[in-house]
Structure formats: C-alpha cells, structure tokens
C-alpha cells in the first residue's frame, strides 16, 4: 500500500480507525498505532494493519497534518498536488483541471465491472452499496434487460447536461451504482433539500459524497458549470446547496476508498476528497462562504 496524507485546520476532529476487506476472508482484522493530537500543530504517522487468516500483513501509513486555523494557501499537499499550492479562486482551478486532466480513459461499458469494488460495501464481502437507496446488494452485474437489471450506473451529473458525451459520461467519478427505479425517478432532476418534480434529495449520508462529485466534473470538464438556478445543459446544481451538503457531510472512509480504487484505474483523483478546503479557495468569493 501506498503512503496517503491528510491535512487538518488545528482543532478539528480527526477520527481514527479503519475496516480491510480481503478477496478470500471478508472484512478482516484492522488495527492501527499511534495517535494525533489535532490541538498541537504538527504531523503525526498513523499506521494501519490488516492482516487475513494466512498471516498475510498489509500495512498503510496515513499522515495527518495539522495546521493552522484556515492557513490553507501554507498547506504542504502531497506531491500529486504541487502545481496546485498557495493557489486560489481560479487559478486553484486551472491548476487542478491540468492534474486531473492527465487521465486514463476507462470506457462506459467497462464501468460495470469496476463500480462493484468503488462502491463495495466494507462489511459484506461481495456486495455493493447503491448510492440513493443505501441498500447492500450483491455486486455482480447482472442485467438482462433494462428493467431486470439488479442495479445499473448512475449519472450524479445526468447525461442529459452533459449533452451524452461520451467522454464525461464514461467518468468513473461521476458513475455510482444505483437501484434501477430511484435511478428512474431521480431521472435528470437536479440536487436541492426536497425531492420535486425537478428537484431530488438524497439521502444525508451520501448528500456531501454527491457535492463533490459535481465539483470534480466542473473542474475536470472546462464546459461544466455549477449554477444557483435551473440548469440548462452542460450546467448542473444548486451550487449553494452542493456547498452547504459539502460541509454537512465530510469525506469519510467509503469515499476515500472509492477515490482510491478509481485512481487505481483512470489515474486521476477527486481533489475535493483528498483536500476538502479546495471547495473554499475556489468559491470563496460565492455568497455561501462570504455569508458563514
């Protein structure tokens, strides 16, 4: 396993902890030593351990760095992020969509047998967690028909307002694996806190995971726009509502793990999970953050 970091604005909560899933065994035995002291500017080396029934050890150091209350543009990022530092409002963005847009194309076909270990649920060996329903279901794709299938890909950026590029809409970032009717329901309606005739709300859990989504394709795709009003195509929204979700409901480790998994094959990474305060320096001049 590879060395990941994480920054923290000193005071912050930093949860420590972790689940390991092996092909054989299921979910295993995961420990970890060492501890943060996030109330103590600093960087602390966590190492995480799992180990399976054969005595095979996997090992991952995290490092967590505590900083100084919103010091964001000092961050040291990890090297996958250096053209990004001391960046703000749209040059952070320019310098993100260079980052990402160095990529691996990864066709929509192929998406299928990928989101089954994206969204594989931690604690059920073989499942997948769809995204707006939160049911565990059996990972294998298995899809006769369109209205047998036990679950298909969903959009969060609906294919519609991407204008069915074949590029964007074969992202693996974007594609989640969702139950085959709520997929229908929420059709192309955009995110807001009620579910209307043109509006849906997802479930809380999830309402962050789906913010950043949609920041990731508007810096990725130049063409893209995160709107406060109806979106038209290559639009999406609201972004004032994305901002409040991104806050509400922080990266937790289902979504660091996905982020993982899909670098693993298209090889380019959602900046805003790795780095959540990205989303401030971005928008820091929209009414959300200058109004908080």
């Keep these: ?16 902890g972790c689940t390991a899933i092996d092909n054989i065994d ?20 966590i190492t995480y351990t799992a180990e399976d029934s054969s005595g095979n050890i996997a090992t991952l150091v995290v490092t967590y760095t505590i900083n100084e209350a919103n010091d964001y543009l000092l961050m040291d990022l990890f090297e996958y992020y250096d053209d990004a530092e001391g960046l703000s409002g749209v040059n952070l963005e320019v310098a993100l969509r260079g980052i990402i847009s160095d990529y691996t194309y990864v066709s929509y076909d192929a998406a299928r047998y990928i989101l089954d270990e994206t969204d594989a649920d931690p604690n059920q060996s073989g499942n997948v967690i769809l995204v707006y329903t939160q049911y565990s279901v059996t ?52 995110y807001d806190w009620v579910t209307s005739s043109s509006t849906y709300e997802p479930p809380d859990d999830v309402k962050g995971d789906i913010a950043r989504i949609l920041f990731y394709m508007m810096v990725r795709y130049e063409i893209l726009d995160l709107v406060d009003t109806v979106p038209s195509t290559y639009e999406m929204a609201l972004l004032s509502v ?36 990205f989303a401030e320096l971005i928008w820091e001049d929209h009414p959300y953050y200058s109004s908080n």
């Design 1 to 16: 396993m590879s060395n990941t970091q994480y920054s923290y604005s000193i005071g912050d909560t930093v949860s420590l």
């Design 26 to 45: 299921g979910e295993v035995t995961c420990s970890y030593s060492g501890t943060v002291d996030s109330n103590t500017l600093g960087t602390y080396d």
């Design 139 to 190: 990972g294998e794709w298995y899809c006769p028909t369109t209205a047998d299938c036990n679950w298909n890909r969903e959009h969060v950026w609906p294919q519609s307002l991407l204008d069915y590029d074949t590029t964007m809409s074969a992202d693996l970032h974007n594609l989640k694996p969702a139950d085959s009717g709520e997929n229908s329901s929420r059709s192309n309606k955009y």
């Design 242 to 277: 994305l901002l409040e979700w991104h806050e509400l409901d922080p990266v937790d480790d289902f979504e660091s793990n996905r982020n993982d998994v899909i670098y693993s094959y298209q090889n380019n990474r959602n900046p805003f999970i790795d780095y959540e305060h």
